[in-house]
């Protein structure tokens, strides 16, 4: 079956710095790919809708200049948390749709800390 | 505002007996609805969907039942196992696009 591979699944970082995750789909063009975050004991809230070779489409609230997200081919899509801050820890999950039957896929997910 | 909403945080049910996990609604413009398992620090695995033109759909132990006129759906599982203590989300969408998550139900089933 189709597969979502995100990386990395855990990271550590210091506040300030710039942390980048990549989602890849490993045997389908992903037309479209969406990332989520996810907080202790809450729903996944989805941040933002990237198609292949346009901008992406951020949801209210989430500012597109802190969470960088580059869709450059159809089987890769990056977030980069630039300038983190304790409150960005939370859990990333990315999710591609396409295949034959545009189903959609996710990632593991990475978890996020911010010292 | 919640347009997904799984009311019960958590479930314990004995092994062997059904399990229900529920989820109300309130966009009437969901046309998808998806039900997934996430164990922690995993991401969500697929378990079922419905489209809003059934109201049943069926896959081996797990049954997902929707009423669109109480904007309701709900999960059955039976018989439980041990192996599906998991945290369960049910999610919904409008032309399979973004999904809108439910904030989970976590199931505990005792042996």
């Known amino acids: 079956g189709a597969v979502v591979s995100q990386h990395p699944s855990r990271v550590i970082c210091k506040s300030g710095t710039s942390v980048k995750i990549e989602c890849r789909s490993l045997d389908f063009q992903a037309t479209t790919m969406f990332w989520y975050r996810q907080f202790p004991k809450q729903s996944l809230m989805l941040m933002a809708t990237s198609n292949e070779g346009s901008k992406a489409t951020y949801e209210q609230g989430v500012e597109k200049d802190k969470f960088l997200i580059n869709h450059a081919s159809l089987t890769l899509s990056t977030l980069t948390v630039t300038s983190a801050h304790p409150e960005d820890s939370s859990f990333y999950i990315c999710s591609a749709r396409g295949g034959r039957d545009e189903k959609l896929f996710f990632g593991s997910g990475t978890q996020l800390s911010v010292l | 505002d919640q347009q997904v909403k799984q009311n019960s945080p958590s479930l314990s049910v004995q092994e062997g007996r059904i399990s229900i996990l529920n989820c109300d609604y309130t966009?009437?413009?969901?046309?998808?609805f998806l039900w997934y398992k996430k164990y922690p620090a995993e991401g969500p695995t697929f378990l079922i969907s419905?489209?809003?033109?059934?109201d049943k759909n069926e896959d081996g132990r797990f049954t997902v039942f929707l009423n669109k006129s109480a904007k309701h759906l709900s999960l059955h599982i039976v018989p439980s196992q041990p192996g599906d203590s998991a945290v369960y989300f049910c999610a919904a969408s409008v032309n399979t696009g973004k999904l809108i998550f439910g904030q989970g139900t976590t199931l505990q089933v005792k042996p």
């Open positions: 419905i489209s809003s033109i059934k």
């Open positions: 966009n009437s413009m969901f046309d998808y």
